[in-house]
């Protein structure tokens, strides 16, 4: 997995309330145990301790694994299987070939990977962002890849790295794309993804 940027959401605000929500419950943490210490008298309760550190990072941990997915984050969670239809395109516009693939998204608050699985190749995304399409949008997601060919088919295709564009529907359910290969196959084309499960 790699880092991604998303538009118009700020990683180091976040960052700093995990920090703040830190100070607070350690805090707490440490009078609740003076006071059961208090109440007890069991040196157990007045010997332990527990610092900033560790409470932040259980928050981050838990924040890049499930917290960001609420809908307060405003971020879209693109997890799962998709099932996906494409066409390469000719200069003039018509379909040259048809063909059809698989796509497996793993994403965090902090990372993703793209996966794309043809017959014949299969891709992974080295960069992404993430943006907002305001109004009647959904979500644009902008990646480049570096596609290797199955080792069967390294005798008919090239290794060669492109950029791709899908925009998501509101729902995140299904999206349209776009995209393009540089050397080693100059091609080009649309794509229809429909998701198939969750992850």
């Known amino acids: 997995m790699h880092d991604y940027a998303v538009f118009e959401h700020n990683r180091a605000t976040i960052g700093r309330w995990l920090g703040i929500v830190s100070i607070l419950i350690s805090g707490g943490i440490s009078q609740m145990l003076i006071k059961m210490y208090n109440l007890t008298g069991l040196e157990a309760f007045a010997k332990a301790t527990i610092t900033t550190g560790v409470i932040y990072f259980i928050l981050h941990w ?6 960001w997915k609420l809908p307060l984050f405003q971020i879209p969670n693109l997890s799962g299987k998709w099932k996906l239809t494409g066409q390469t395109l000719s200069e003039d516009g018509t379909i040259k070939y048809n063909w059809n693939a698989n796509i497996g998204i793993e994403q965090t608050w902090e990372k993703i990977i793209i996966n794309l699985k043809t017959q014949n190749s299969q891709s992974y995304s080295q960069t992404a962002t993430l943006e907002k ?31 791709c564009q899908i925009e998501f529907d509101k729902d995140v359910s299904k999206g349209n794309a776009s995209y393009f290969n540089n050397n080693g ?3 080009f084309g649309i794509m229809k993804l429909v998701k198939e499960k969750n992850d």
Do not use: A, D, M, V
């Open 62 to 67: 838990l924040f890049n694994k499930y917290i």
């Open 133 to 163: 399409q305001h109004g009647l949008g959904g979500w644009l997601l902008s990646y480049s890849y570096k596609n290797e060919p199955y080792t069967e088919q390294c005798h008919e295709l090239n290794p060669h790295k492109g950029y």
């Open 185 to 187: 196959r100059r091609t």
